[in-house]
């Protein structure tokens, strides 16, 4: 049961609530504001194209994550296959990867005298292999959960009762999984709706999405007005995809599966092993060929095999130094931040069982980051230049992921492991020392390294608000992948070759094994 705010939780929520309405709700206003009197230009056939390509693209990426991922979601929640812890945790290896490395990676691959011979640059086709790239683990993580959720003694009843296992697989599994597969695939539209590196570095004008025409009017042609409308529609978009997420996440929790069972799984034979054996070898193939292609292609000149492109980082401009040590201040300050205000948001909607609290939590995953930024110059000019400003962006986008970490974590520990310790002796702050503490600590740990990864390679708000002193890695590979030669273009692949190690590095350090929920 959710209850009202009671006065400790109201204290608790306090900073962070005050963070969201300074730099998300009155940004998002103010944007708002501008853009009624705009909302014109959605009646211009060139704005009616790029709304209609941006949702074409999400859609379609989120069908195909569908086709591919939830088929081989259920196959591995019903057959044993070896590694497949392993394999489960890899997938999360997209979730982290910079987006900028990955649209290197596909370039490497399909760009102009990409490793396999065939140029699909500025194609529809690349920015769909690319929102696969990052969404379709999404899928499979989600649908396995729900698959394992699924009572097997259910399908068993069906195949007793003459059922062949097709149609048990899709008369009394497929049912009960479905919510969550289906909630899966909306978090896909949404991510996909709202991406900006990939459209921006892989599609070309003629491909533009909704957030790239954001950033174009914003930063090219101070048109803020038209650039404030299509943050309207996209906000309305998002929205609407976000409550159908709340609302299959609920059905989920109440479509009567249980919980997951440890059981013995035999190993797939015949047509299932066929499926079993394509299907990871194809979702293995999307996910993790354009970081291997990334990094051939760092070492790989026309000659052959050199060590060129990394040198040259060490003369380049700005330095690699100056870049390596912004990347990483802005992501430690930032982490800093969000684990202060995740870590207070995630106690006070605990403390109260308050689901707007929990809802509230949810409101910067709406938001695309350039929409923000555009937010903030209208309502803060005056700190443009400022580096608060980029900090507090990034915050806004770490925080969930350590609120959406810590708050399952905490809901999750028996109200009778904390009677027994009060029982035995224990304080109440004891209790939340030895007992809440210890239980929270390895999701703090994985929503930390989480936001850290996702923060080390943000894009988007860092061209929008950056300075030329505050280079990171991310932005001197975009300046290079504008500048012609294989040289750039090699050093490019370099950096982002160093920001997908420095990304793994912190997520293994820190141990994350989180996910958003």
């Not at 699909?120 to 989600?142: A, D, H, K, Q, Y």
């Not at 999307?286 to 760092?298: E, K």
């Not at 992501?331 to 202060?340: H, I, K, S």
């Not at 980029?390 to 109200?415: F, H």
Request: contains cysteine; hydrophobic residues 55%.
């Amino acid at each position: 049961m959710y209850r009202r705010l009671n006065s400790t939780s109201l204290l608790l929520a306090a900073l962070p609530l005050a963070f969201l309405a300074a730099f998300l709700l009155l940004p998002l206003l103010r944007v708002l504001g501008i853009g009624g009197a705009s909302l014109g230009i959605l009646g211009q056939p060139y704005f009616q194209g790029r709304l209609l390509w941006t949702f074409t693209q999400a859609a379609l990426t989120a069908g195909l994550s569908l086709a591919l991922g939830g088929p081989l979601a259920y196959l591995l929640a019903r057959y044993h296959l070896p590694g497949k812890d392993t394999l489960l945790r890899l997938l999360l290896l997209p979730f982290v990867t910079p987006t900028l490395v990955a649209a290197l990676g596909l370039l490497s691959l399909f760009g102009p005298r990409g490793l396999t011979g065939l140029d699909l640059s500025e194609t529809p086709t690349l920015i769909v292999l690319g929102n696969l790239f990052f969404n379709l683990p999404l899928v499979v993580r989600l649908g396995y959960a729900g698959f394992l959720r699924v009572p097997p003694g259910l399908a068993s009843a069906a195949r007793t009762l003459g059922a062949s296992g097709w149609r048990a697989a899709f008369s009394v599994s497929l049912p009960l999984a479905w919510p969550g597969l289906a909630a899966g695939a909306v978090l896909v539209f949404l991510y996909s709706f709202l991406s900006f590196g990939l459209p921006l570095l892989l599609g070309g004008e003629k491909y533009a999405t909704l957030e790239v025409e954001i950033y174009t009017l914003t930063a090219y042609e101070l048109r803020l007005k038209e650039a404030s409308a299509l943050i309207l529609v996209q906000l309305a978009v998002t929205l609407l995809a976000t409550l159908l997420y709340l609302r299959l996440g609920r059905n989920d929790l109440g479509n009567g599966a249980g919980v997951a069972v440890a059981r013995t799984l035999p190993r797939p034979r015949g047509w299932a092993a066929f499926a079993t054996y394509g299907l990871t070898g194809t979702v293995l193939l999307i996910c993790f060929a354009p970081l291997l292609a990334v990094a051939v292609r760092s070492f790989s000149g026309r000659a052959g095999l050199t060590l060129a492109f990394w040198q040259g980082l060490g003369d380049g401009d700005p330095s690699l130094g100056l870049m390596l040590g912004n990347t990483l201040r802005f992501a430690f300050l930032t982490l800093l931040c969000a684990t202060l205000l995740g870590g207070l948001h995630a106690l006070a909607a605990y403390l109260s069982r308050s689901r707007l609290l929990d809802l509230l939590s949810l409101l910067p995953l709406m938001v695309s980051p350039v929409s923000l930024a555009v937010g903030y110059l209208l309502l803060y000019p005056g700190l443009r230049a400022e580096l608060p400003l980029l900090i507090a962006a990034y915050t806004l986008l770490a925080t969930p992921l350590i609120v959406r970490s810590v708050l399952p974590a905490l809901q999750a520990v028996p109200g009778n492991v904390q009677q027994a310790a009060r029982t035995l002796g224990a304080s109440r702050s004891g209790v939340w020392r030895t007992v809440m503490l210890a239980s929270v600590l390895p999701a703090l740990r994985g929503g930390a390294a989480l936001s850290l990864a996702t923060v080390l390679g943000e894009f988007a708000a860092t061209l929008v608000l950056t300075r030329p002193e505050w280079a990171t890695l991310s932005t001197g590979m975009y300046e290079r992948l504008g500048r012609p030669g294989e040289q750039n273009l090699g050093e490019a692949c370099a950096l982002a070759t160093l920001l997908l190690l420095l990304a793994l590095g912190v997520f293994s350090v820190l141990g994350g094994k989180g996910e958003v929920t």
